[in-house]
């Protein structure tokens, strides 16, 4: 079965959105901050996709993505942002998939 990686620090939100993965069949592991997240992927954890949300205290998504890439084995795992800002700059590097062209 394959696993999302869920990293958000709103309880509710981060409830609800591991709710609706499930009922589609797919394993969540849900996280409150970026740093227990990259833990775990240290520690071995391989899922298919991240959802990640960018604004987040002590670790941030951006800060959490920076490290992914610095790693070539996770940096392969797609990352799927979710965010409240009304309009994020994301500049495009930061989440280029590894291997592919600039923009």
Known sequence: ???VMLVDDDDDL???LADVIRSSGIDVIA???ARAALEALAGGLCPKL???DLMM???SGWDFREAQLRDDTLARIPVLVVTAAPSPAVPAPAFAAPGS???
């Open 1 to 3: 079965m394959s696993t």
């Open 14 to 16: 981060r409830e609800v």
């Open 31 to 33: 996280f409150a901050d």
């Open 50 to 52: 991240i959802l990640l």
């Open 57 to 59: 205290p002590g670790t």
């Open 101 to 103: 062209a600039p923009p």
